[in-house]
C-alpha cells in the first residue's frame, strides 16, 4: 500500500513503530497532490512549506515519544475553517485574499494533537451548494468520474479523501454538506449534534445549522477525529457543556439490541434512483443480519422539510453575509463615487450568483410583511419537525435511510435548475433543522460504478451509537475497500 493511501490508524501505527516519519507520509501526501490535483482541483490553496514545518516539529515531537494518534497526520481543512496565516476564502471573491489572524477551535485542536494541515479544500461559495460547482474559483472533478461533481459543499474535503491527497479532512454541514458528498465520494462523513463542536471560528452560512465535523476513508477514523474536535467551547455560545465519550470505545462487534427505524415517507419520495433505493435496501436486510431489529416509523411533517429550510437557511445567511460590505475587510470596490454605488458593486461582483440568490430569498423572507407568514412559519414548521424524531426515538435508537436521492450527475447537469438541486437535499436537512447527528458510510455502487451511501441518524449527542451501527456494518462489507482509479 503506498502512504497516500493509509488510513488514519495505519499511518499512526507505521509512525509509533517507527517505521515511517511524518515528513515522509507528508511528503508522499503532497506528491499525491501534485499528480493528482490537475485533474481533481480539490484544492484552494496547498499549504506545502507550512505542512512540512508542521511534518518536522510532529517527528521531533514524536522521537521524544510526545505524540498522539493524530501526531504528524496530513489532514484537509474545509476553507471556511479559520487558519491563523493560511488563506481561509470561503471559496469567494470577496474574500480571495483574507488571511484570518487567529484559528478556529477546531483548528487549536488539531494543532495541539500535532496534526498538519496541507491545505484548505474546495467548497460552494459560503456553503451554499450541493455540488461544489458555486465554488468562485474552480469546480471539484468526482474521483470516481472526473466527469461528474464530487457532491457538495464540503465537496473539495470528500474528493480529497477519495484522491489519496490527504488522510483526513474536515468540512462542514448546513443541510447535508458533509454526508452528501461523502455519500457520492465513497467515503465515510459525519454532522455531529447542533453543540457537540465548536463553531467558533467557522465563518457562518447559517448559524442555527452548520455543524463542523469529519470525512474519513474509514469509520474507525471518523471515531479518532470526533474524538480530537468534539467538547464544549466557551468561545461558542452554542456549544453545549456535555461530556464526550471515548468514540473509539464504540468501535465494536454486534448489534445485538439496536433497533433501527426505517421512515415509511422516504420509500415513497419521487424520483429515487432505483440503485440508491436498492443498495440501501440491501443495506438495511445487512444490519438486520447483524442482530439489529428493524421497525417502520413515521416522519410526518418531511414532505415540508425542504421548503422549510429554504426560508431558514437563507434567511440566516442573509443577515450573516450582511458583513461583507467592502468596508471592514474582504474585496471593495474602489472605482464607485458613493456609498450606496460601492456596496452595490462590491456585492454584485464579490458574490456568486448561488449566493446572491439566496441572500435575496432569505432578505425577501425577513422583510416587514413576510417575516410570519416565511420565516416565522417555518420556524413553526421546525419544531414540528423536531417532534417528529423525538417521538420516533423513542421506538428506535438509529433511523436509517438514503443520504441522497441520486448518484453523483455530471458536472453542468443541474446548475442551471436550482429548485431541482434544493430538492436532492430531502433526506439530509432534516437533520440539521433537528439538530441530530447524521453520517454517511458507503453501502454500494450503482451500475455505473459511483458510490452511494447509507444515512444513520440518531438522537442528540449519540453520535456513539451511529458509529457502532456504521462500524459494523462497514466490517461485514468491503465497499469502503473500493478506491477509484483515475
Same mark, same amino acid.
Given at each position: 500500500?503506498?502512504?497516500?493511501?493509509?488510513?488514519?490508524?495505519?499511518?499512526?501505527?507505521?509512525?509509533?513503530?517507527?517505521?515511517?516519519?511524518s515528513?515522509?507520509?507528508?511528503?508522499?501526501v503532497?506528491?499525491? *497532490?501534485d499528480d493528482?490535483?490537475? +485533474?481533481v482541483d /480539490?484544492?484552494?490553496?496547498?499549504a506545502d512549506?507550512?505542512?512540512?514545518?508542521?511534518?518536522?516539529?510532529?517527528?521531533?515531537?514524536i522521537?521524544?515519544?510526545?505524540?498522539?494518534?493524530l501526531t504528524g497526520?496530513? $489532514?484537509?481543512?474545509?476553507?471556511?475553517?479559520?487558519?491563523?496565516?493560511?488563506?481561509?476564502?470561503?471559496a469567494? @471573491?470577496? $474574500?480571495? +485574499?483574507?488571511?484570518?489572524?487567529?484559528?478556529?477551535?477546531?483548528i487549536?485542536?488539531?494543532?495541539?494533537?500535532?496534526a498538519?494541515?496541507v491545505?484548505?479544500?474546495?467548497?460552494d461559495?459560503? /456553503?451554499?451548494?450541493?455540488?461544489t460547482?458555486?465554488?468562485?474559483?474552480?469546480?471539484?472533478?468526482?474521483p470516481w468520474?472526473?466527469m461528474?461533481i464530487?457532491? &457538495?459543499s464540503s465537496?473539495?474535503?470528500? !474528493?480529497a *479523501?477519495a484522491?489519496g491527497?490527504?488522510i483526513?479532512?474536515?468540512?462542514s454541514?448546513?443541510?447535508?454538506? *458533509?454526508?452528501?458528498?461523502?455519500?457520492?465520494?465513497?467515503?465515510v462523513?459525519?454532522?455531529p449534534?447542533?453543540?457537540?463542536?465548536?463553531?467558533?471560528g467557522?465563518?457562518a452560512f447559517?448559524?442555527?445549522?452548520?455543524?463542523?465535523?469529519?470525512?474519513?476513508? #474509514?469509520?474507525?477514523d471518523?471515531?479518532?477525529?470526533?474524538?480530537?474536535?468534539s467538547?464544549? #467551547?466557551?468561545?461558542?455560545s452554542?456549544?453545549?457543556?456535555? #461530556?464526550?465519550?471515548?468514540?473509539?470505545?464504540?468501535l465494536?462487534d454486534?448489534?445485538?439490541?439496536?433497533?433501527?427505524?426505517?421512515?415509511?415517507?422516504?420509500?415513497?419520495?419521487?424520483?429515487?434512483?432505483?440503485?440508491?433505493?436498492?443498495?440501501?435496501?440491501? !443495506?438495511?436486510?445487512?444490519?438486520?443480519? $447483524?442482530g439489529?431489529?428493524?421497525?417502520?416509523?413515521? $416522519?410526518p411533517h418531511?414532505?415540508?422539510?425542504?421548503?422549510?429550510?429554504?426560508?431558514?437557511? =437563507?434567511?440566516?445567511?442573509?443577515?450573516n453575509?450582511?458583513?461583507?460590505d467592502?468596508?471592514?475587510?474582504?474585496? @471593495? #470596490?474602489?472605482?464607485?463615487?458613493?456609498?450606496?454605488?460601492?456596496?452595490?458593486?462590491?456585492r454584485?461582483k464579490?458574490f456568486?450568483q448561488?449566493v446572491? @440568490?439566496?441572500?435575496?430569498?432569505?432578505?425577501?423572507?425577513l422583510? !416587514?410583511?413576510?417575516?410570519?407568514?416565511?420565516?416565522?412559519?417555518a420556524?413553526?414548521? @421546525?419544531?414540528l419537525?423536531?417532534?417528529?424524531?423525538?417521538?420516533?426515538?423513542?421506538?428506535?435508537?438509529v433511523?436509517?435511510?438514503?443520504?441522497?436521492?441520486?448518484?453523483?450527475?455530471k458536472?453542468?447537469e443541474?446548475?442551471?435548475? =436550482?429548485?431541482?438541486?434544493?430538492?436532492?437535499?430531502?433526506?439530509?436537512?432534516s !437533520?440539521?433543522?433537528?439538530?441530530?447527528? &447524521?453520517?454517511?458510510v458507503?453501502?454500494?455502487?450503482?451500475?455505473?460504478?459511483? =458510490?452511494?451511501?447509507l444515512?444513520?441518524?440518531?438522537?442528540?449527542f449519540?453520535?456513539?451509537?451511529?458509529?457502532?451501527?456504521a462500524y459494523?456494518?462497514?466490517?461485514?462489507?468491503?465497499?469502503?475497500k473500493k478506491?477509484?482509479?483515475?
Amino acid at each position: 500500500m503506498k502512504l497516500h493511501e493509509l488510513t488514519i490508524q495505519q499511518a499512526h501505527r507505521l509512525i509509533k513503530q517507527k517505521k515511517i516519519s511524518s515528513q515522509e507520509l507528508t511528503r508522499a501526501v503532497l506528491d499525491r *497532490i501534485d499528480d493528482v490535483e490537475k +485533474n481533481v482541483d /480539490a484544492y484552494i490553496t496547498v499549504a506545502d512549506e507550512m505542512a512540512m514545518d508542521q511534518a518536522r516539529l510532529a517527528d521531533k515531537a514524536i522521537s521524544k515519544g510526545n505524540f498522539s494518534t493524530l501526531t504528524g497526520i496530513p $489532514l484537509a481543512i474545509k476553507d471556511l475553517i479559520c487558519t491563523k496565516g493560511l488563506r481561509t476564502t470561503c471559496a469567494s @471573491r470577496i $474574500l480571495e +485574499n483574507f488571511v484570518p489572524p487567529y484559528d478556529a477551535t477546531v483548528i487549536e485542536k488539531l494543532k495541539k494533537e500535532g496534526a498538519v494541515i496541507v491545505g484548505k479544500a474546495n467548497m460552494d461559495e459560503f /456553503a451554499m451548494g450541493s455540488s461544489t460547482e458555486n465554488s468562485g474559483f474552480k469546480p471539484t472533478h468526482n474521483p470516481w468520474d472526473l466527469m461528474r461533481i464530487p457532491g &457538495g459543499s464540503s465537496g473539495g474535503s470528500a !474528493a480529497a *479523501i477519495a484522491a489519496g491527497m490527504c488522510i483526513g479532512s474536515l468540512g462542514s454541514d448546513t443541510g447535508g454538506s *458533509i454526508r452528501q458528498p461523502a455519500s457520492h465520494c465513497g467515503v465515510v462523513g459525519m454532522k455531529p449534534t447542533y453543540g457537540r463542536v465548536s463553531r467558533f471560528g467557522l465563518v457562518a452560512f447559517a448559524s442555527s445549522l452548520d455543524q463542523i465535523g469529519p470525512l474519513t476513508k #474509514d469509520v474507525t477514523d471518523c471515531a479518532i477525529l470526533m474524538n480530537v474536535i468534539s467538547g464544549h #467551547d466557551p468561545a461558542d455560545s452554542t456549544s453545549v457543556p456535555v #461530556d464526550v465519550p471515548d468514540y473509539t470505545s464504540f468501535l465494536n462487534d454486534g448489534l445485538k439490541g439496536i433497533v433501527v427505524g426505517i421512515p415509511k415517507e422516504y420509500s415513497t419520495t419521487k424520483g429515487i434512483d432505483p440503485d440508491v433505493s436498492d443498495a440501501v435496501r440491501r !443495506a438495511v436486510d445487512k444490519i438486520e443480519d $447483524l442482530g439489529a431489529e428493524c421497525v417502520e416509523l413515521s $416522519l410526518p411533517h418531511t414532505e415540508h422539510v425542504v421548503a422549510a429550510y429554504y426560508v431558514i437557511a =437563507p434567511s440566516e445567511a442573509s443577515s450573516n453575509l450582511a458583513r461583507y460590505d467592502g468596508v471592514k475587510y474582504g474585496y @471593495r #470596490d474602489k472605482n464607485k463615487g458613493n456609498l450606496i454605488e460601492m456596496y452595490r458593486s462590491t456585492r454584485s461582483k464579490g458574490f456568486g450568483q448561488e449566493v446572491q @440568490r439566496r441572500i435575496i430569498l432569505g432578505t425577501y423572507s425577513l422583510s !416587514a410583511g413576510y417575516y410570519d407568514a416565511y420565516y416565522g412559519k417555518a420556524s413553526q414548521i @421546525r419544531t414540528l419537525i423536531i417532534e417528529d424524531f423525538k417521538k420516533a426515538f423513542e421506538t428506535c435508537h438509529v433511523i436509517l435511510s438514503p443520504v441522497t436521492p441520486s448518484t453523483a450527475f455530471k458536472i453542468g447537469e443541474m446548475i442551471d435548475d =436550482p429548485l431541482t438541486m434544493y430538492l436532492s437535499d430531502i433526506f439530509t436537512i432534516s !437533520a440539521n433543522l433537528a439538530g441530530i447527528p &447524521g453520517m454517511s458510510v458507503p453501502c454500494g455502487f450503482s451500475s455505473a460504478g459511483l =458510490p452511494i451511501g447509507l444515512q444513520i441518524m440518531g438522537k442528540h449527542f449519540n453520535e456513539g451509537t451511529l458509529i457502532r451501527v456504521a462500524y459494523n456494518f462497514e466490517q461485514a462489507t468491503d465497499f469502503h475497500k473500493k478506491k477509484p482509479k483515475f
